[in-house]
């Protein structure tokens, strides 16, 4: 009997688990041996981790055992580190275990922070956007206001909280702490005055290129709460207790949050593919250029909008639509057949503002407030739906009213 290819998938965000729970549907065991590797043995839903992050959900509602929703039987589960891709020998390098040999790849492994060359984002800077990096903010914040009620003279730093960038991330984690800001000042009896909350700027407007109204509404309601905007203003320092504008202002804060956006994860860069910000601009049928047998999804990729000339930003949206796509594409080649071509499907960009506000465009149509929250909870319970079934959007779902 012919060797049966080995399907190697890195990653179990978005991108990945589509990858993995489309192949596991379409190629029976007989055809394939499918890996799916993975730093934890958990799926962590990266749209969500502003709220545990905020600390306004706990971090296991928007978190699921991998072996729950994929079948052990069909997919082997490996809980590793990749510390490098070799593609010449068709091999992956793990921390722990043995190497492993692929004939087919997909590197789904998501992002890192973008400093854009500004000094001391990773060393003084909350800057990671993972579950362990949500709940370490999280223990952050509250310790600020543990240790500023536990002092003789306290310091309006320990305080102050601030937000570098004002793109999606930033937007709506900021809205969660406003929310949640009430909560610690009764549970810690510090006045709300005390607290101070920023969000800096460096483009001439906050979300730049969305639409003015909605941008408009966002930071209406952001300010009400309390929120102050740097608009125009780039960080070009971090520091311990501090950060430094273009302009020489400085703003002392003992917590600073870094979210002006992603570049591809740097296992990409190590492996030699060619890259835009650690991204591959991938050929269109999702494979690297050059390299017929590796796939790559996600935020490790580029594809670009041909309506605008620019590439389409990294979200979960297109990075699962992509995840099926090598999953159809690679049981086609499996199976003797042709690939075919990646068009994403854009249905919109909704964002949460705290408690039951959300803002966005749903086919091109703007929503506000609740409406705009209901549509946003059910776009998260649909994607667990297909990822898991009812049951999944029973145990994890969000509830929508
Ligand atoms: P990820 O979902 O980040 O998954 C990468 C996986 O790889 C993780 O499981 C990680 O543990 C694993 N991994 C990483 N390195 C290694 C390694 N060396 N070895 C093994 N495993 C590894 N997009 C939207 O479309 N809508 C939204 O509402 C939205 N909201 C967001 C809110 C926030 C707070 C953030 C930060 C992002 C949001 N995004 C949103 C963007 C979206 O989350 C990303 O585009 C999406 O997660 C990318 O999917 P991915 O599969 O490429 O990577
Ligand atoms: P982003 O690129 O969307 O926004 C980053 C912001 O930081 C930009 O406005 C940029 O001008 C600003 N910036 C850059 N350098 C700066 C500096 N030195 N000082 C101050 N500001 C600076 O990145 P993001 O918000 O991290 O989002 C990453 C990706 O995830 C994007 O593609 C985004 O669309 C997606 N996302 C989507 C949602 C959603 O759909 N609800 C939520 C979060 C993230």
Redesign the pocket.
């Known amino acids: 009997m012919a060797r049966k290819p080995h399907v190697v998938i890195l990653g179990a965000g978005y991108g990945g688990m589509m990858t993995a729970n489309q192949l596991q549907k379409k190629l029976g065991t007989d055809r394939a041996n499918i890996t799916l590797v993975n730093k934890h043995d958990y799926h962590y839903q990266t749209?969500w981790l502003h709220e545990p992050a905020a600390g306004t959900l706990h971090h296991d509602n928007a978190r699921v055992e991998i072996r729950k929703v994929l079948n052990p039987g069909k997919v082997n589960i490996v809980k590793d580190t990749v510390e490098q891709v070799k593609t010449e020998e068709k091999q992956v390098v793990l921390k722990n275990g043995e190497d492993l040999s692929y004939d087919y790849l997909v590197i789904a492994v998501g992002s890192i922070a973008e400093t854009?060359g500004?000094e001391g984002v990773y060393e003084h800077s909350y800057h990671k956007w993972t579950l362990d990096g949500a709940r370490e903010l999280k223990d952050k914040i509250e310790f600020q206001f543990a240790k500023h009620r536990n002092q003789e003279n306290p310091e309006e730093e320990d305080l102050t909280f601030v937000v570098?960038?004002?793109?999606?991330?930033?937007i709506?984690f900021i809205g969660e702490l406003t929310e949640r800001v009430p909560e610690l000042c009764e549970q810690y009896d510090v006045p709300r005055e005390k607290v101070r909350m920023y969000v800096?700027?460096?483009?001439p407007t906050a979300l730049?290129g969305f639409d003015p109204e909605l941008v408009e509404y966002a930071m209406n309601l952001l300010e009400h709460r309390g929120v102050e905007f740097k608009i125009n203003k780039?960080?070009s320092e971090v520091q311990e207790g501090k950060v430094i504008l273009k302009d020489g202002e400085e703003i002392s804060a003992n917590t600073v949050i870094w979210?002006?956006?992603?570049r591809g994860n740097p296992i990409i860069e190590d492996a030699g593919i060619e890259a835009n910000r650690g991204r591959v601009k991938v050929e269109p049928d999702l494979r690297a250029p050059g390299l017929e047998d590796v796939f790559v999804i996600g935020d490790c990729s580029l594809i670009i909008n041909e309506e605008t000339e620019r590439p389409y930003?990294?979200?979960a949206q297109i990075a699962m639509q992509q995840g099926t796509k090598a999953g159809e594409n690679i049981t086609n080649l499996i199976m003797g057949g042709a690939t075919t071509n990646f068009q994403p499907e854009i249905l919109g960009?909704?964002?949460s503002l705290g408690g039951k506000e959300a803002m966005g465009t749903v086919k091109s149509r703007k929503m506000y407030g609740r409406s705009a929250l209901f549509m946003k909870h059910m776009s998260d319970n649909r994607y667990l739906m297909k990822l898991g079934g009812l049951s999944l959007m029973l145990t994890k779902g969000r509830n929508p009213l």
């Open positions: 749209t854009f500004v570098a960038g004002a793109g999606f991330t930033g709506e800096i700027e460096a483009a730049p780039p960080i979210a002006t956006g992603v930003p990294p979200t960009t909704l964002a």
